[in-house]
């Protein structure tokens, strides 16, 4: 019984958290919501794409109906996801111009549905913790979890795998110059065993490298930089001349003509899916024979 107590208090944790994260990326949507319900819509260019440490964020110009121009930035990326010159929406509110968003699926969406995934993960870890403290089987928890993450992962694919052939089918190829290799730090803990058989924590740091890829675009002559994958090497070196593919449409939107940078993405996802989903079938398979009748 106390075991079930310690579950129940574990699950209800792990549901106020997911709880909480769910909150705000429902939070996030709404806000962008509220800006495409009831913002004004205006043409916009971006006049600087600005650099903030390892971060780029877009600074864009557009004028008000009055006539009155605004120049604003908005939040910073990873990766620049907009180009010099690049026209976009905008969405304003009325009453406060400063108040806006660019009008584009990743700028308005993606974050907010990144954190709500994050926090139906919780969920679903604290609805394995709730049915332990209940008593259900451990082998049908696991198989509904992983079942779900199979298929999440499944359904990601699908559209990694759609974006990529789209661009790989539609997009136009040039030749770039690799002007940079980003290098990105991080640190993080991790056990190790010696050789005494003791485990202690150490910190160790990981470096990982990004190529910054510059290209012309054909038919405006915009130049236009963008990042590769990146790795724990350098895959590119500064100078390296790379074939590149991009959207006509939105030339930021370009890869590096390899395996790497254009299918790996999506067969890494699916290798998830198959992966969990197989874990599936073996431990349903692996039930069936322990119940089945012995002849």
């Known amino acids: 019984m106390a075991a079930d107590r310690d579950w129940r208090w574990i699950a209800w944790t792990i549901l106020g958290i997911g709880g909480l994260i769910l909150a705000g990326g429902l939070a996030m949507g709404l806000g962008s919501l509220r800006h495409v319900l009831y913002g004004e819509r ?11 440490g390892d971060m780029y964020a877009p600074v864009v110009r557009f004028r008000l109906p009055s006539g009155e121009a605004q120049t604003v930035k908005d939040l910073a990326s990873g990766a620049p996801d907009f180009a010099l010159g690049d026209r976009v929406t905008i969405l304003y509110m009325p009453q406060e111009p400063r108040d806006f968003r660019i009008d584009t699926f990743e700028r308005l ?26 008593g259900v089987d451990l082998a049908v928890l696991g198989e509904g979890a ?13 559209f990694v795998l759609w974006s990529a052939a789209d661009l790989y089918t539609g997009g136009v190829r040039a030749e770039g110059i690799v002007v940079e290799n980003r290098e990105s730090r991080r ?6 065993r010696l ?3 003791r485990e202690v924590d150490r910190t160790v740091e990981r470096i ?34 790379v074939t590149v593919i991009y959207d006509p449409v939105n030339p ?21 899916a198959v992966v969990f989903g197989s874990v599936v079938w073996l431990s349903r398979r692996v039930r069936r024979r322990a119940i089945a009748p012995r002849a």
Request: aromatic letters at 12%.
């Open 208 to 241: 990982s490298f990004a190529p910054v890829v510059r290209f012309t675009t054909h038919d405006d002559g915009r130049e236009i930089e963008f990042h590769g994958r990146g790795g724990s090497g350098r895959s590119f070196s500064e100078g390296e001349r």
């Open 146 to 158: 992983f079942a779900v993450i199979a298929a999440g992962a499944g359904l990601i694919g699908v």
């Open 187 to 192: 640190t993080e803990s991790e056990s190790v």
């Open 195 to 197: 050789a005494d058989g």
């Open 252 to 272: 930021i939107r370009a890869r590096i003509v390899s395996f790497v940078d254009i299918w790996l993405p999506s067969a890494v996802v699916f290798a998830v």
């Open 42 to 52: 205006v043409d916009g260019e971006v006049i600087e794409i600005r650099r903030e």
């Open 109 to 134: 969406w993606l974050s907010a549905i990144i954190v709500t995934i994050f926090g139906g993960f919780w969920l679903l870890f604290g609805i394995v913790a709730w049915a332990l403290s209940r």
